[in-house]
């Protein structure tokens, strides 16, 4: 069991039957009346969102999940195949449950971890940190590293971000893929 003050990001609860991961939480105090946690939940096998509110100290039931280390192989269709380091099962999982903001940067051979629940996969979080090559983006101009400009630059599993001027095409970056966020040449 968990309490409000346990919720944080990527917990997954119970609610109803339903497996919930949470995506958004804050804390509020009202300056009269009782605290809460507002929270924005995603339904882990449908991908459907709930907005739910809870009144501070109410308990929650929380999953045990456990971490299996997993390896991207290759897309075929409309699922995405990842390797299980442990038993080397092949593990197909579809787009919705992988995510959209996770997918941008899935590359073949990256290690992620794989949540599982009652001996099935049912989340897959990717490395916070990836290294990716820039594909596509505009020629630096020389002197405008003065100013701290930045342009918009294509990587190689098609996403794009925020990156300085003086970076140009084949060179490989260092990307938080939580905040889609340009942190360094490699």
Do not use: W
Not at 48 to 70: K, N
Not at 145 to 165: F, H, I, N, S, W
């Amino acid at each position: 069991m968990a309490t409000t003050a346990d919720i944080r990001n990527g917990l997954v609860l119970d609610l109803d039957g339903k497996l919930m991961q949470i995506t958004y939480f804050q804390h509020v105090k009202p300056g009269k009346g009782s605290a809460f946690v507002r929270t924005k939940m995603r339904n882990v096998r449908t991908g459907a969102t709930l907005e739910r509110t809870f009144p501070s100290g109410e308990r929650l039931q929380a999953v045990d999940l456990m971490h299996r280390p997993m390896t991207y192989s290759y897309r075929d269709g409309d699922s995405y195949h990842f390797m299980d380091l442990e038993s080397y099962d092949d593990v197909p999982l579809t787009a919705e449950l992988i995510g959209s903001d996770q997918l941008k940067y899935l590359k073949e051979g990256m290690e992620c971890t794989g949540l599982m629940h009652d001996e099935n996969v049912i989340l897959v979080e990717l490395p916070n940190f990836v290294e990716l090559e820039i594909v596509e983006t505009d020629p630096g101009i020389r002197g405008d590293t003065a100013t701290g400009g930045t342009k918009p630059a294509r990587l190689e599993t098609g996403a794009v971000v925020q990156v300085p001027l003086f970076i140009e095409p084949g060179t490989l970056i260092r990307v938080d893929r939580r905040d889609d966020k340009y942190l360094t040449r490699v």
